[in-house]
């Protein structure tokens, strides 16, 4: 966990600086921002590392890698990967493995790397938001084929898989750029905790530094009305049951950069 942990935090620091260089916004959010207040670190259990960018940042962020790091770090998504069964996208150390177990079924498997969100500008039009809230809803569960649920939800899925997840993701994204995040009031991030997605465009304004792991880096300028919104009392630590990381079986690194070496 300590060698992997230090792996992320290398491909972190190659991120940030990146986003430096090129004046790109980035705010950490979820489980890092979560253990950055209240850790100075990562959570003790957590074992990844979580951005989002504003839509307009979020899409020159490929290129950007690719001229940048040639074939040595890539930029992963289901436009990219028809297996990757995400919303959001990884910057990755393309040589890396990660196995964990799970409690049914294969491994789950990864590369070494964080995990990148899209923060997209709510529209104002009531149309557009129904419009764009319906096309996001048929792609998770079009990308949710090998996951839980009842026996039509399965059945549903499946038959989801006759529509190409390129053409919705061109779809979705095609209504999130009629918003831009400069003028929008509210934004929306494509991430895990449906109903608690939408804040306050000011929440994360032109962000605050946070301590993570000895290194500065950007969180929302109100990390505590963002945390509360998506947390609930997020200083208040979890029962020991749920306190559980991925149950990592094998690490391949690779080239993957290691702080201290």
């Not at 190659?14 to 850790?39: K, N, P």
């Not at 294969?106 to 969100?117: A, C, S, T």
């Not at 109903?195 to 994360?204: I, S």
Request: charged share 25%; net charge positive; proline share 5%.
């Amino acid at each position: 966990m300590r060698r992997l942990r230090l792996a992320e935090l290398a491909v972190l620091d190659e991120f940030v600086s990146l986003c430096e260089r090129h004046e790109l916004r980035y705010y950490i959010v979820y489980g890092t921002l979560l253990g950055a207040v209240r850790h100075h670190g990562f959570i003790p259990w957590d074992d990844d590392i979580d951005v989002a960018m504003p839509r307009e940042d979020y899409e020159r962020l490929p290129l950007l890698v690719a001229n940048h790091f040639g074939l040595a770090r890539k930029m992963q998504s289901n436009r990219t990967e028809a297996s990757f069964e995400n919303l959001f996208s990884k910057f990755v150390v393309s040589t890396s493995a990660v196995r964990a177990a799970t409690v049914k079924g294969p491994p789950l498997e990864w590369k070494i790397g964080i995990d990148v969100f899209a923060l997209d500008g709510v529209p104002a039009s009531p149309l557009l938001r129904v419009l764009r809230a319906s096309f996001l809803r048929i792609l998770k569960e079009r990308l949710r084929v090998r996951r839980r649920g009842n026996r039509w939800k399965r059945l549903a899925r499946r038959a989801l898989q006759i529509v190409p997840a390129r053409l919705l993701w061109s779809a979705y994204e095609a209504t999130a750029r009629r918003t831009a995040t400069t003028g929008a009031t509210k934004w929306e991030c494509l991430g895990p905790y449906d109903g608690r997605q939408t804040f306050p465009r000011e929440w994360f304004g032109d962000g605050r530094v946070q301590d993570f792991e000895g290194r500065q880096v950007i969180g929302p300028t109100r990390a505590h009305d963002y945390l509360a919104h998506v947390y609930g009392d997020y200083m208040q630590l979890p029962p020991l049951e749920a306190r559980g990381g991925h149950r990592i079986i094998d690490v391949t690194f690779g080239d993957a950069p290691m702080l201290g070496s």
